[in-house]
């Protein structure tokens, strides 16, 4: 039985509070542009340099929302398996780079550093599920969240007692330097690299979710553990996939993050980490597509928003801001949409 | 108000002890102290406000560092530990007992990681003084726990101008003293730099929203005005953790300096420069970095770069000459295992040691009969509050009376070959 829709004062407040939002960013934005501050050009860059970053948080975040679809739990580890990456990779592309291999075959060499990041940060992901989280699989939920708070400082604290608390330089390639036009638009070369094989590896992704029967598992998996089982599905393997294949793509976002800031710590792997875990939240925890618009998104919020939202009104200090503004409109997503902008409602 | 009257009281009392002692002393002096031909030392001991650290006999002296030895600027709060062991090693027994320093982790980032590492010092009745601790941000909380159990403390690499500020509210208190240099002549000594030697007139300045970022570039900003009617054309801030400044840098190119100034850490430093190459605007603009960022993890992150584009570091002038070079770097080396210094603050926590050590050694009430030595807090304070013309291993120090006693020597440097190379050094009066 349908009961006539009432306005309650929960949705006025809400009501009033989207509203204001909206008169806020719109004043904002209005008198930032008004200074005149920035070209067209620089706007125009720092979305590029957004969805950049973006890309990086979007790899991550696909592996919070393919481990939370098939376990239900949060990986907070995820971001040192990613650092993990990263880490591997500076060592494989500093020793190409000391031979001279790296510039004189970039394509090899990449594929070289690539290939041995994303397996070695593969067998991280798959270590960290054998050890620290299949003991727990019957636990309750909030047990292996704990373990893998652990598990994170576990991971970070191992590779800074390995490799030292120095910041590392990841070697410049010779032919990455410098910018490139596409369609009149100048973009740095290594904003290219990146961009472009973050969209391979998701394409690859949606791919083997979608089309493979090991993709079938996985949704399988998600859609009903027990069931999945009763079906014949090894529900561990399926589980042992996953771990894998989110332990590649941080392997991959590690490397392209080397490509890109060109310094690599022990420490790197926690704020990126935060970052990529709301981009999930914010594109639907569970949700492949969902991951990565929510990771771009994320990306060109932080780059651009604290500028254009607050310069106008005369913050002095707008982009030590950004993560502010970020969180903000993480909570309000949740408020609004309280499973993100692609998940569904759970239960249903 | 409330406060003064407090102490003014506690002084009363202290007094009429102080007088009611005399007064036995001279008429009938207690058994103990016949026995043993001096002043007892457990009498001695009552009549002090803040009374003594008793080391029982065959233990060893016990004092703290309280410095960031994890997180992402581990490496400071390590470089200065090297620098305190260093100074341990030489001194060896100090009053026929070995010394133990406890290590506790004070971190930088998080303000209430330094009342943390306070309250388990405090908690420890054997500890008779602190060396920390590294960042400024983590001295603010810890101070005043350390003040209330009378203990003292020195840090070698906090640099914050207000710490020494009597009435600001991060002024560290009458037990807090510093071997490293108030960010006051650092400021002053990159905006001098700036007006003669660069000839700029525009700079923007970056800071992490740390005590010891924000003051030093308000400092440089002001003496930049001050000195040479300098332009500053922004003030922005970023966060610690950030990785990506494009945005910032965008801003800050809209304005065009021909110098930023960045007082900020590694790892946001490095990444900082690297990607003000990335900005076509920037191309000319100057980078600044101060002793945050002058350091091995500058080199390694983001070394080549800030060599090839010829950017300027101000710090602690290392030229310290013979004995740092021909004595503590070998032993520092030795112990660290690289082959350059990981900050440059191991010299002011080796000063700090030592000074500590001789206010141990001065505030020695005496020992009873049992062997257990008494020492006296209030004396340790006083001891290194009079500190005049210490011949320390970073210059003669002096401390004046805000707890001010590092050298004031500050150079400017630039990267050749991987090693920092003095270009400019000055001394403030």
């Not at chain 1, 392209?256 to 970052?275: A, D, S």
């Amino acid at each position: 039985m349908r009961r006539p829709a009432r306005i309650s004062l929960v949705n006025l407040l809400l009501w009033a509070l989207g509203g204001g939002i909206i008169l806020f960013v719109a004043v904002g934005s209005w008198l930032t542009l008004q200074q005149g501050l920035l070209t067209f050009e620089d706007w125009r860059s720092l979305v590029i340099f957004g969805v950049t970053q973006g890309s990086i948080y979007a790899l991550i975040a696909l592996g919070y929302t393919l481990v939370y679809g098939v376990l239900l739990m949060i990986n907070f580890a995820h971001g040192d398996v990613f650092m993990f990456g990263a880490m591997t990779s500076f060592f494989v592309a500093d020793a190409l780079a000391q031979a001279g291999f790296l510039n004189s075959n970039p394509i090899i060499g990449m594929v070289i550093v690539v290939a041995v990041s994303a397996v070695s940060a593969m067998i991280v992901a798959l270590i960290l599920e054998r050890i620290a989280y299949r003991p727990l699989r019957r636990a309750p939920r909030l047990v292996p969240l704990i373990t893998a708070i652990g598990a994170s400082l576990f991971i970070s604290n191992s590779v800074r007692g390995l490799y030292g608390e120095l910041a590392r330089a990841w070697p410049r390639i010779d032919s990455l330097v410098g910018t490139v036009d596409i369609a009149g638009i100048p973009f740095l070369k290594t904003q290219v690299v990146v961009i472009v094989g973050a969209i391979l590896m998701m394409v690859f992704l949606y791919w083997f979710v979608e089309r493979t029967r090991t993709g079938r598992a996985m949704r399988a998996v998600s859609e009903n553990k027990d069931t999945a089982a009763l079906m014949g599905i090894d529900v561990d393997r399926t589980i042992v996939i996953t771990f894998a294949i989110g332990g590649i793509l941080a392997g991959v976002a590690g490397v392209l993050y080397g490509i890109v800031f060109n310094q690599v710590h022990w420490f790197m792997g926690f704020l990126p980490g935060i970052k990529a875990f709301t981009a999930a939240v914010l594109g639907g925890i569970g949700n492949i597509i969902g991951a990565m618009l929510g990771g771009v998104s994320l990306g060109v919020l932080e780059s651009i928003a604290p500028t254009l939202l607050l310069t106008g009104f005369g913050v002095p200090t707008p982009n030590q801001l950004k993560d502010v503004v970020a969180f903000t409109v993480l909570v309000l997503v949740l408020i609004f949409r309280p499973y993100g902008l692609f998940g569904r409602p759970e239960g249903k | 108000m409330e406060k003064s009257l407090r102490s003014s009281a506690g002084l009363f009392v202290l007094a009429l002890i102080l007088a009611a002692c005399q007064a036995s002393a001279s008429s009938s002096p207690s058994e103990s102290a016949a026995a043993t031909g001096a002043v007892d030392p457990v009498a001695a001991c009552e009549a002090l406000e803040l009374g003594c650290v008793e080391v029982p006999a065959g233990e060893p002296l016990t004092v703290a560092s309280a410095l960031a030895i994890t997180g992402a600027v581990a490496f400071l709060g390590n470089d200065a530990n090297f620098g305190i062991q260093v100074a341990q090693e030489e001194r060896g027994q100090v009053l026929g007992r070995d010394v133990e320093v406890i290590h506790e982790d004070a971190g930088c980032g998080d303000a209430a990681s330094g009342q943390t590492a306070a309250e388990s010092i405090v908690a420890n009745p054997a500890i008779l003084g602190v060396m920390g601790t590294t960042c400024s941000r983590t001295a603010v909380p810890m101070m005043p726990v350390l003040e209330a159990a009378g203990l003292t403390n020195i840090s070698p690499s906090n640099t914050a101008v207000s710490l020494t500020q009597p009435g600001h509210a991060n002024y560290g208190g009458e037990f807090y003293f510093r071997t490293a240099y108030s960010d006051f002549f650092q400021g002053s000594a990159v905006a001098k730099f700036l007006c003669e030697e660069l000839g700029v007139t525009t700079i923007a300045t970056i800071h992490d929203g740390s005590p010891y970022a924000e003051e030093l570039q308000q400092v440089a900003v002001d003496q930049f005005a001050e000195q040479c009617d300098g332009e500053t054309t922004s003030q922005d801030g970023i966060n610690v953790g950030d990785t990506d400044f494009h945005a910032l840098l965008t801003t800050i190119a809209a304005n065009s300096p021909e110098v930023i100034f960045l007082p900020i850490f590694s790892p946001e430093g490095p990444l900082f420069v690297t990607q003000s190459q990335e900005i076509p605007g920037l191309a000319d603009t100057i980078m600044f970095g101060a002793d945050g960022v002058k350091d091995g993890a500058m080199i390694k992150g983001a070394g080549d770069l800030a060599q090839e584009i010829g950017m300027y570091f101000s710090g602690p002038d290392l030229n310290y000459g013979g004995r740092y070079i021909d004595e503590f770097l070998p032993a520092y080396y030795a112990l660290s295992g690289t082959e350059t210094v990981l900050a440059p603050y191991g010299g002011q926590a080796y000063d700090a040691y030592n000074i500590l050590m001789d206010a141990i050694v001065a505030a020695h009430v005496g020992d009873d009969a049992d062997g257990t030595s008494y020492f006296s807090k209030e004396a340790i304070r006083e001891y290194v509050a009079g500190l005049t013309d210490y011949p320390g291993l970073t210059g003669t120090l002096t401390c004046d009376e805000n707890g001010d006693c590092g050298a004031r020597e500050i150079s400017i440097d630039q990267l050749e070959d991987g090693v920092f190379v003095p270009v400019f050094s000055t001394r403030e009066p």
